[in-house]
């Protein structure tokens, strides 16, 4: 079993819907969760962070965790095409902060 | 303040040459990690360091692959008679600290092919 599961996509969603990514993780461990986005050739780079069960706003951006359900994932409002890239789920576990990352979800926002 | 800086950006090796591959953590920040990235997939945690101590190294692969952290410089990620399928993207991450919440911060990788 994978550490952190994303599905791979592609995600297609039309310019102005919400985009829902969803990220699982195996171990109940886990503390600190994290939404990198990569454009194609690039490095990643942080969205959002969340360590409480519940939501969390940012902008267009909200994270939701469920610890319970080792479920964490992002929604993106009012989609645009700049928002196209791989999305990658990151978990931290207890105090020395090595990240297991998911393998990534490609999404399209088509104009 | 510069970001997390690697190079070289570009590195072409022969098979059975070696690679290296540096990284300089943001100014402040003593944490270091390695990931590799093939084409098409996600990261891969390779190992984690802090100055001068290999904390977890449970990514790397047994042979040929090394990585430092001295206490002077920059982090060192050493591949050892290169194949193919080592051609890669090597990216680079530092954090501040220990403890929950810290994020990393990402380099733009080196982009390692192997001929």
């Known amino acids: 079993q994978k550490e952190v599961e994303q599905n791979s996509g592609p995600l297609s969603v039309p310019e102005g819907a919400i985009a829902s990514l969803n990220c699982t993780y195996s171990?109940?461990?886990?503390?600190?969760f994290f939404w990198y986005r990569q454009y194609s050739g690039k490095s990643p780079e942080l969205i959002m962070f969340i360590y409480s069960n519940g939501d969390k706003e940012d902008g267009r951006f909200t994270a939701q965790l469920n610890k319970a359900s080792q479920y964490v994932s992002l929604l993106i409002r009012d989609s645009q095409p700049s928002d196209s890239a791989t999305y990658l789920c990151?978990?931290?576990?207890?105090?020395?902060?090595?990240?297991?990352f998911g393998s990534g979800t490609k999404l399209n926002v088509k104009p | 303040n510069a970001g997390v800086m690697q190079n070289p950006r570009h590195l072409v090796r022969r098979r059975g040459q070696e690679a290296r591959l540096r990284c300089s953590p943001m100014k402040g920040h003593s944490h270091v990690y390695w990931y590799r990235q093939l084409p098409e997939e996600g990261l891969k945690f390779m190992v984690y360091l802090q100055k001068e101590n290999i904390i977890d190294e449970s990514g790397m692969p047994k042979e040929r692959f090394s990585a430092e952290f001295p206490k002077e410089g920059p982090s060192i990620l050493r591949i050892q008679q290169v194949v193919r399928g080592d051609s890669a993207a090597y990216f680079c991450?530092?954090?501040?600290?220990?403890?929950?919440?810290?994020?990393?911060?990402f380099g733009q990788g080196t982009r390692l092919t192997v001929v």
């Open positions: 990151a978990v931290g576990r207890n105090n020395f902060n090595k990240f297991y």
């Open positions: 991450a530092s954090s501040p600290a220990e403890g929950i919440g810290t994020e990393a911060f």
């Open positions: 171990d109940r461990g886990s503390q600190s």
